[in-house]
T-cell receptor, first 114, second 114 residues
């Protein structure tokens, strides 16, 4: 079974500074990988996904993530954080086979300071 | 026009009661899911349905009974509610059971059992 670790429970970043949120996964083959964002009281919105091809993927809202197979990582980055990016971020992994489901990490809360 | 809609958004009820949460998606997706998000924001899969058929039941107590009258709807009925059932319940859908495109989530139903 697959698993996901997000080592940082919360991170505080100054507005305008760069951001990197860490995600490590455990799965025996190449997984599907996703980053979702959840604002307070809202559902989860898909930021970006990886399932094959270019290991650097671009997403919405200026986010990108890089799949590094050797490190089993899929870290999320943004060059300049805006106050509206404050939210909970979830990394998720899925198996590349039918009838699987996404396994989510425990989330990282991003706080943005002025 | 909401892609995945859940009702109600909030549900407060007493222990021992029976309640239902409804979910509808207008995306034409084949697969639907129920996730439970606990107070620590951890998301855990409960059920997965593909074209109205139950595919995955992740050791959920049998007080929880999902029903899918058609592939656009997935409802969740909970009998004999317990304090520990208090959580946010998310419905989601995906194009296929493999989930390679990611899931689209509803905005959640916050269930409080008192």
């Amino acid at each position: 079974a697959q698993s996901v670790t997000q080592p940082d429970i919360h991170i505080t970043v100054s507005e305008g500074a760069s951001l990197e949120l860490r995600c490590n996964y455990s799965y025996g083959a190449t997984p599907y990988l996703f980053w979702y964002v959840q604002s307070p009281g809202q559902g989860l919105q898909l930021l970006l996904k990886y399932f094959s091809g270019d290991t650097l993927v671009q997403g919405i809202k200026g986010f990108e993530a890089e799949f590094k197979r050797s490190q089993s990582s899929f870290n999320l980055r943004k060059p300049s954080v805006h106050w509206s990016d404050a939210a909970e971020y979830f990394c998720a992994v899925g198996a590349q086979r039918g009838y699987s489901t996404l396994t989510f990490g425990k989330g990282t809360m991003l706080l943005v300071s002025p | 026009d909401t892609a995945v809609s859940q009702t109600p958004k909030y549900l407060v009820t007493q222990m021992g009661n029976d309640k239902s949460i409804k979910c509808e998606q207008n995306l034409g997706h084949d697969t639907m899911y129920w996730y439970k998000q606990d107070s620590k924001k951890f998301l855990k899969i409960m059920f997965s349905y593909n074209n109205k058929e139950l595919i995955i039941n992740e050791t959920v107590p049998n007080r929880f009974s999902p029903k899918s009258p058609d592939k656009a709807h997935l409802n969740l009925h909970i009998n004999s509610l317990e304090l520990g059932d208090s959580a946010v319940y998310f419905c989601a859908s995906s194009r296929s059971s493999v989930g390679e495109y990611g899931y689209t989530f509803g905005s959640g139903t916050r269930l409080t059992v008192v």
